[in-house]
């Protein structure tokens, strides 16, 4: 299965946050599941951390970037977002549904909103 974290999990990973499920903790420890870590993610992360609303390290992108497959986004990314219903209006998350789309993989997230979009979530 090919994981994609949303930017929560990413950085709850990173830190052994306790509140990852065990499901997801037991799915990302299995090497045979590809984790990919979007650039969308490092993105919002440093853009809230600007905004003082995020409170991370500053080497955050080094930190996540640690044995996951980057994903940049691309055009055809950028184009599925077009298509997606308007359950979530946060645009990071959105282009995280189009990409695990496109990519067809698992988005990783608690994010009860991410359920209702033509993608699996794993939580």
Do not use: C
């Amino acid at each position: 299965m090919r994981l994609l974290l949303d930017t929560h999990t990413a950085i709850w990973w990173r830190t052994s946050d306790a509140r990852l499920s065990d499901t997801v903790i037991d799915e990302l420890s299995d090497e045979s599941n590809p984790v990919l870590l979007s650039a969308v993610v490092v993105w919002e992360a440093a853009l809230k951390r600007s905004l003082g609303k995020l409170d991370v390290p500053e080497d955050l992108r080094t930190m996540l970037e640690f044995d996951v497959q980057p994903l940049p986004v691309t055009l055809e990314h950028a184009a599925m977002s077009e298509h997606l219903p308007w359950h979530h209006r946060d645009p990071f998350d959105r282009m995280l549904v189009a990409q695990a789309q496109v990519e067809r993989a698992t988005i990783v997230s608690a994010d009860p909103k991410l359920r209702r979009y033509d993608v699996p979530v794993l939580w």
